[in-house]
């Protein structure tokens, strides 16, 4: 996996008022620990903004603090509303001679016979994996061939082999599957055509057994004379 190089520094002091600053100035306040004592430090926020946007946030980190400070991104606070906009990060120390366990998202490749001829619907309940490796040999992502799928097939943890990683899940665990359509969004879209196509029925004539009023000025029936009468 590629090392994502970033330029960070340590904090020159500390505080609300300082911390506010930096941000004002393009900076983002971050920890780095695991590796010594902790130590407060800042990056600079267009460069990290620039790692999330081409989704390299479980890459390798080089902070430039020196020789070894390689570090994995362990939590990111953002504004609630403004996903670009970061207020504080933690790095956590990466011995590249260690094996590590970080998550690794999937991608699935190609169309399935069972999607493709028989009108079947993949389903992917993981969207990552949980992978155990050195630093070094952490992928950018892990490849599902699901081309050969036909309904009712599946891919399992267990059909996955990576060299150098292991895929830290229950060997029986789904990563995809292709299935009928099912039963119940059929009969939901047939009972929905079904009611569109009787409201533009009833639309176009008069309720069932409604009367007509007579018009304005037509003789009342002989029935109603007769009462009058009496």
Known sequence: MEIVKLKARERSSAGKSYTRKARAQGWIP???YGHGEPKKIEVPHREFAAVVRARQTTHLIDLGLGEGAIAVIRETQRHVLKDDLFYHLDFFH?????KVTT???LEFVGVSVGVKDDGGVLGHPLKAVRVECLPA???EK???DVSALKIGDSIHVRDI???NLAIKHAPDDVLAVVTHPTRESSAAATAEGEAAAAGAAAAKSPAAGAAKAPAAGAKAPAAAKAQAKK
Request: glycine share 0%.
């Open 30 to 32: 971050a920890v780095y």
């Open 94 to 98: 990466v011995d590249m001679s260690k």
């Open 103 to 105: 998550e690794v998202p």
């Open 137 to 139: 040999d952490i992928p």
């Open 142 to 144: 892990v490849s599902v």
């Open 161 to 163: 082999s990576i060299p």
